[in-house]
C-alpha cells in the first residue's frame, strides 16, 4: 500500500489502467471516468447558466421601465418560467453534481465513482431532458407560463408544451436521483481505508446529506407531475375540484419536494464555504462535528417546513403556528455554520485569493438572504409579502450570490488541481468585485419594492417602483455581462492553458487528499487507497 | 478497491438495490400522500371541506336560543357556460334545526350538459358542524339545452359549532364535467372552449 501521491502511478498495474483517455468523442460519449464526467456536467451547468441567464435578461429588460417594451405578457411569462425551470434543475443543481464526480471520489481516497456506467447515464439524460424543455419554446402555445412550481389549475393551460414539461421534469429527476445513489454509494463504501466518517472533509459530508435529501423528494415530484399528467390527459382528478380533487393538494406534495430541494441547493455550497474558508484562514475548520451535525439537522427540519410556503391558503391558526415555529428553527443549524466559519476566520492569517473573496461574499450576501427568509417566515408577516417581489430578492440572493457564488469559489478553488495551471488572478478579481457590486444593484432594491406591493411574475407595474426597477434592470445586465469574463477566465485556464503552471499543493498548505496528487489531476487517481493517517491530515486534525 | 470491505459494510450492489428502492418507494408516497390529505380534510374540515355525501346521526333538538347568519357564495368556474345563483343571499338558522335552500342555475348554451357543485364551508372550524342531508352537489347534475334548474340543500347545522361562531357562509362552486366526462379535444385546451 503506497501511502503517497508519488505512489500512485508506480502501482497501476490492473490491466493497463495507466493508458489516458481515448481520443475523440467516444472519450465523452462512453465516459466513465469520474473527471471528464464531472468535466461535461460542469461544462453543461455554464452552459445553461448563460441560456437561463439571458432569460432573465429579456425579464430585466422588459422591466427596465413600466408599460409593455419588449415582449408580450404571455411569452414573459414563459421566460419566467423557463428561467426558473433552468437555473434550478440545470445550472445550479447539475453543477453541484460535477463538482461531486471531480472532487468527491479524490477526497476520500477512491480510485473513481462506485458505478462508472449509471453515472454516465446520469449525465447523458440531462441534455435530453433539457433539449426537450427548450424544444417547448417554439412549440404552438409556447413555453410552460404557469410558474416553476407548475401550480393547477393554471398549469393545466399550457399548450402542446404540457407534456413535455412533465417528461423532461421526469427525466431531470432521474438524472438526479441516479447521480445522488451513485454518490452514496461511492461516499459508504469507497473511502480510503482509515478514513471513517467523521474524518470526511465538509464537502464530501454534505453531499452525503444532500444525496439523500434528493433520493427522498426527487420521486415525489415525479409523483406530483405525474398527477398532473393523468389529470390533463387520463381523466383522473387529483387537483381537480369538480371530480373531488383539490388543488391546494398540488401544493403541498409540490412544496414537500420543494422546500428540500432549496437545501439540495445550498447544502454543498455550505461544504464548499468550509473548504475554502479553513484554506485562507490557515486554521483547520471551527467545530468541524457540529457542522456535521448542523447540515444533519438542516436536512430533517427541510421535510417539515413545506407549508410555509402557503400561508395564504388559508391554514388553521395551530398549522400557522406549527410551520412558523419550524421554520425559524432552521435558523439555529444555519446559525451555527456561520459562526463557525466566522470563528474559523478568527485571528487566522487571512489572504483573499479569487476563491476566498467569493466566499467571503457568500457568507455576508447568503446571511441576508437567511434574514429575509426568517422575515417571511413570520406568519402573519407573510400575507404583506407573499408573492411580492420581497420573495423574488430573498430567493436570489440565497441563490446568485449564495449557491452560485459558492460554485464560482469552487471552481477558482480546484480549477489549478483540474488543469494544472492557475487562472489569472486580477481578472479573478475583477470578477467577484463586478459580480458582488452588481448582484446587490439587481437584487437589493427587489426588497424595496416588494414591501411597497410589487408583485412578481407579472411584465408591468404601477409608476411608483420605476426608479427601483431601473436600477435593478442595469444591475442584471451588468452582472450578465460580468459572467463573460468568468467564461473568458474559464476559458484561458482550461482551453488555451495560459497561466502559471500549479504545484501539486496549489495553494499554502491546504488539508485534504486531493492536494496530495499532481497537478493536473492524472486520469486516474487513488488505485491504490491511500493512508490517511500519519501523511495527511485532515481540516479538523488541527 | 472494493475486495477492503469493513466489517458491517454492505455491498455495493446490495447498498445499490437499497437506495433505488427507497427511490421507488418516495415515489409511491407522493400518491400516499392523496388519500392521507383526503382523511386529514375530512376529519380537521382543513380548507372548508365539507360532506358530500348524506350526513346521518344528525341530532333535531333545536337550540332557539342561538341564531346563526347562513351567507350563500355562488361562484362559475371561469370555463363553465352557466348562470348560478341561490334564492335567497342568506338566512338566519337555529342550531339543531332542518332548513332547506334553494339554487337556480342555467344551462347558457344550445347543448346538453352535465355539471357538478363543488360545497366549501367557511370558517373552517364551522365545516364539520354543517351537515347536509340531501344536496344537488352530491351528484351530478344533467341539463338539457337552455335548461333551468331549481336545486335543494337540506341541512342542519348541529349544536356542537364552537361558540365563537355567528356566521357560516356556504359556498358552491359550479363545474363543467365536460374534462372529466368526454375524450373530445376539449379537454386539452379547456381555454379554447367553444360556446
Known amino acids: ?183 452514496i454509494v461511492t461516499i459508504l463504501n469507497m473511502r480510503a481505508p482509515d478514513m471513517t466518517l467523521l474524518k470526511m472533509p465538509m464537502f464530501v459530508w454534505t453531499w452525503l446529506i444532500t444525496a439523500y435529501l434528493l433520493i427522498a423528494v426527487m420521486p415525489v415530484l415525479a409523483g406530483a407531475v405525474t398527477m398532473l399528467l393523468t389529470d390533463q390527459f387520463f381523466g383522473t382528478s387529483f387537483f381537480l375540484a369538480a371530480g373531488g380533487g383539490d388543488p391546494v393538494m398540488f401544493q403541498h406534495i409540490f412544496w414537500f419536494f420543494g422546500h428540500p430541494e432549496v ?8 461544504g464548499v464555504v468550509s473548504e475554502i474558508i479553513p484554506t485562507f484562514s490557515r486554521k483547520p475548520l471551527f467545530g468541524h462535528d457540529s457542522m456535521v451535525y448542523a447540515a444533519s439537522s438542516i436536512a430533517f427540519l427541510s421535510f417539515i417546513v413545506w407549508a410555509h410556503h402557503m400561508f395564504t391558503t388559508g391554514m388553521p391558526l395551530t398549522g400557522q403556528m406549527f410551520f412558523m415555529f419550524a421554520t425559524m428553527l432552521i435558523a439555529v443549524p444555519t446559525g451555527v455554520k456561520v459562526f463557525n466559519w466566522l470563528a474559523t476566520m478568527w485571528r487566522g492569517a487571512m489572504t483573499f485569493e479569487t476563491p476566498m473573496l467569493f466566499s467571503l461574499g457568500f457568507l455576508f450576501m447568503f446571511t441576508i438572504g437567511g434574514f429575509s427568509g ?33 460554485l464560482m469559489a469552487a471552481v477558482y478553488y480546484w480549477m489549478p488541481k483540474w488543469t494544472g495551471r492557475y487562472y489569472n488572478e486580477s481578472l479573478g ?114 | 478497491m472494493s475486495d477492503s470491505r469493513k466489517p458491517g459494510e454492505v455491498s455495493t450492489k446490495s447498498l445499490t438495490m437499497r437506495l433505488f428502492a427507497l427511490a421507488v418507494g418516495m415515489f409511491a408516497f407522493g400518491f400516499a400522500l392523496v388519500p392521507l390529505y383526503d382523511a386529514f380534510c375530512e376529519v380537521t374540515g382543513f380548507g372548508g371541506r365539507t360532506n358530500t355525501e348524506a350526513a346521518a346521526d344528525v341530532q333535531t333538538v333545536t337550540d332557539k336560543s342561538r341564531e346563526i347568519a347562513l351567507e350563500f357564495v355562488t361562484t362559475v368556474n371561469q370555463y363553465a357556460p352557466w348562470e348560478f345563483r341561490a334564492e335567497l343571499d342568506g338566512m338566519t338558522v337555529h342550531p339543531g334545526g332542518m332548513y332547506e335552500a334553494w339554487f337556480v342555475a342555467t344551462n347558457l348554451t344550445d347543448r346538453h350538459k352535465i355539471a357538478q357543485a363543488v360545497p366549501s364551508v367557511a370558517p373552517q372550524q364551522a365545516a364539520a358542524h354543517f351537515k347536509k342531508l340531501d344536496c344537488f352537489c352530491f351528484s351530478n347534475q344533467e341539463f338539457m339545452p337552455g335548461e333551468e334548474k331549481r336545486m335543494p340543500v337540506r341541512f342542519v347545522v348541529d349544536s356542537d359549532l364552537p361558540e365563537y361562531v355567528d356566521t357560516i357562509t356556504l359556498s358552491y362552486t359550479f363545474f363543467d364535467t365536460a374534462r372529466l366526462t368526454d375524450s373530445s379535444t376539449e379537454m386539452a385546451h379547456p381555454g379554447h372552449e367553444t360556446r
Not at chain 1, 434 to 440: D, G, Y
Open chain 1, 263 to 270: 437545501y439540495i441547493m445550498i447544502l454543498p455550497a455550505f
Open chain 1, 1 to 183: 500500500m503506497s501511502s503517497t501521491a508519488a505512489g500512485v502511478h508506480a502501482e497501476s498495474h490492473h490491466h493497463g489502467d495507466d493508458h489516458g483517455p481515448v481520443k475523440g468523442w467516444r472519450r465523452w460519449v462512453y465516459a466513465t471516468n469520474h473527471k471528464d464526467i464531472g468535466t461535461m456536467y460542469l461544462v453543461f451547468s455554464l452552459v445553461m447558466f448563460f441560456f437561463g441567464g439571458s432569460m432573465a435578461l429579456v425579464i430585466r429588460s422588459e422591466l427596465f421601465q413600466p408599460g409593455l417594451q419588449f415582449v408580450d405578457p404571455a411569452f414573459f411569462n414563459q421566460m419566467t418560467t423557463m428561467h426558473a425551470l433552468i437555473m434550478v434543475f440545470g445550472a445550479v443543481m447539475p453543477a453541484f453534481v460535477g463538482l461531486a464526480n471531480w472532487m468527491i471520489p479524490m477526497m476520500i481516497g477512491a480510485p473513481d465513482m462506485a458505478l462508472p456506467r449509471m453515472n454516465n447515464w446520469s449525465f447523458w439524460i440531462l441534455p435530453v431532458a433539457f433539449g426537450i424543455l427548450s424544444s417547448t419554446l417554439i412549440m404552438p402555445g409556447g413555453a410552460p407560463a404557469s410558474g416553476w412550481t407548475m401550480y393547477p389549475p393554471l398549469v393545466l393551460q399550457t399548450g402542446d408544451a404540457f407534456p413535455f414539461l412533465i417528461f423532461s421534469v421526469h427525466l431531470m429527476g432521474i438524472s438526479s436521483i441516479m447521480g445522488a445513489i451513485n454518490v
Open chain 1, 429 to 542: 478579481k475583477l470578477h467577484f468585485w463586478l459580480s458582488t457590486i452588481f448582484v446587490n444593484l439587481t437584487f437589493f432594491p427587489m426588497h424595496f419594492v416588494g414591501l411597497a406591493g410589487m408583485p412578481r411574475r407579472i411584465p408591468d407595474y404601477s409608476t411608483q417602483f420605476a426608479d427601483f426597477n431601473a436600477m435593478a434592470s442595469v444591475g442584471a445586465i451588468g452582472f450578465g455581462l460580468s459572467q463573460l469574463i468568468f467564461a473568458w477566465i474559464v476559458f484561458q485556464c482550461c482551453v488555451q492553458r495560459k497561466g502559471e503552471k500549479a504545484s501539486q499543493e496549489v495553494w499554502e498548505s491546504p488539508k485534504g487528499l486531493e492536494w496530495t496528487v499532481p497537478s493536473p489531476a492524472p486520469h486516474h487517481t487513488f488505485d491504490t487507497p491511500p493512508r490517511v493517517t500519519g501523511g495527511v491530515s485532515f481540516p479538523h486534525d488541527g
Open chain 1, 374 to 406: 426568517l422575515m417571511l417566515a413570520i406568519a402573519p408577516a407573510d400575507i404583506q409579502y407573499h408573492d411580492s417581489y420581497f420573495v423574488v430578492a430573498h430567493f436570489h440572493y440565497v441563490l446568485v450570490p449564495g449557491s452560485i457564488f459558492a
